[in-house]
Nanobody, 124 residues
Framework: QVQLVESGGGLVQAGDSLRLSCAASEGTFSSVAMGWFRQAPGKEREFVATINWNGASAYYTNSVKGRFTISRDNAKNMVYLQMNNLKLEDTAVYYC?????????????????WGQGTQVTVSS
């Protein structure tokens, strides 16, 4: 079973940057899509970004386009989320997830494994 561990969250000010990392426990994740989701207090978990198995394609929710970048290093079993120009509304717990197949995936049901999450708090 794949285990995912997120890191890199924290408290930052609006306009700052953060880089989230997700470490996978085994190399089989390199054949599937990876994604980042987030959940703000009182809200449902929502899709943020996804990258296909080899990193050739990515897709973002509209609210983070141009600010966030998802990437992966299959040799290191790592996936990243670079977040620039953070806004108050980006405050949430961010979750890394491993999909079932190779292409990008935007729905929660398309992911089989989830990390425990890392808190990102953006203050004014």
């Amino acid at each position: 079973q794949v285990q995912l561990v997120e890191s890199g969250g924290g408290l930052v000010q609006a306009g700052d940057s953060l880089r989230l990392s997700c470490a996978a426990s085994e190399g089989t994740f390199s054949s599937v899509a990876m994604g980042w989701f987030r959940q703000a207090p009182g809200k449902e978990r929502e899709f943020v970004a996804t990258i296909n198995w080899n990193g050739a394609s990515a897709y973002y929710t509209n609210s983070v386009k141009g600010r966030f970048t998802i990437s992966r290093d299959n040799a290191k079993n790592m996936v990243y989320l670079q977040m620039n120009n953070l806004k108050l509304e980006d405050t949430a717990v961010y979750y890394c997830a491993a999909g079932r197949t190779g292409p990008t995936a935007r729905e929660r049901w398309e992911y089989d494994y989830w990390g425990q999450g890392t808190q990102v708090t953006v203050s004014s």
